[in-house]
């Protein structure tokens, strides 16, 4: 795979010259994991053409290797084949508008290089490039203050953690509650259903979301329903 560095080296310099007279504006940015795609619409004296570039290294540096392609007829003829054949594996072009032979009339040492709306975007990569946002890794600074109450809220979430430890494992409420949902998908009144005095009201909505947490139900609208997981373990235990 060619360089950026290398295809603007091996361009002539009237096509270098030609490029002076192109404008252009962006299409598209599209960050990925393989690569960066940038998209370009670009007017010259011959019309507008589309110019597309995949930035495999990041960043868009002279160093960085790419994939290179443009819908006029000069990128067509000349270069597309050099680009794409003399290039090895992944190539940095790919047969696309071309019939696929060598120009072996319009660049017979089949030189891989750009055409001038090609060359006319590389002058603005580097800064282009630098609108991409990539996701930042590191940790947030926390002050003291913020550093204290995240250790309140986790000593807390550690005591309710202990005080549920006995209520992780599905008992016979769980049972029950499961065999209601069997039989109907419902919402309130899986509550009203074994609710004899308000104390209850919290145990079994305990007992809901331990169930939500052990996959065996799960919450569509206002309604539980009972999953594959929750009949399973019915089947196992009645």
């Known amino acids: 795979m060619f360089t950026l560095k290398r ?3 091996n361009t002539p310099q009237i096509v270098r010259t030609r490029a002076r007279l192109c404008s252009s504006k962006i299409l598209q940015i599209s960050p990925g994991e393989e690569f960066d795609e940038f998209k370009y619409l670009v007017k010259c004296t011959d019309g507008y053409r589309q110019v597309t570039l995949r930035d495999f290294s990041g960043g868009m540096t002279p160093q960085s290797e790419v994939w290179v ?14 680009i794409a054949k003399r290039t090895g594996r992944p190539p940095s072009a790919d047969i696309l508008y071309c019939n696929g032979r060598p120009p072996v009339i319009r660049n017979p040492r089949y030189l ?7 060359y006319h975007v590389t002058k603005n990569l580097s800064r282009d490039a630098r609108r991409i946002k990539k996701p930042d890794m590191r940790m947030p600074k926390l002050t003291p203050n913020e550093k204290y109450k995240l250790k309140q809220e986790q000593a807390k979430e550690d005591r309710a953690n202990q005080q549920r430890g006995a209520s992780t494992e599905p008992n016979q409420l769980h049972v029950d509650i499961l065999v209601l949902l069997l039989q109907e998908p419902t919402s309130y009144r899986v509550i009203e259903e ?23 139900i799960r919450k569509i609208g206002q309604n539980w329903e009972i999953t594959d997981k929750g009949v399973d373990y019915l089947s196992d235990n009645l």
């Open 7 to 9: 295809l603007m080296n």
């Open 69 to 82: 392609s443009c819908t006029c007829p000069y990128f067509l003829f000349t270069v597309e084949w050099a």
């Open 112 to 118: 891989p290089y750009m055409c001038k709306h090609l």
């Open 194 to 216: 074994f609710t004899v005095d308000s104390a209850l009201i919290s145990e079994i909505k305990d007992a809901l979301s331990v169930l939500r947490q052990q996959s065996m």
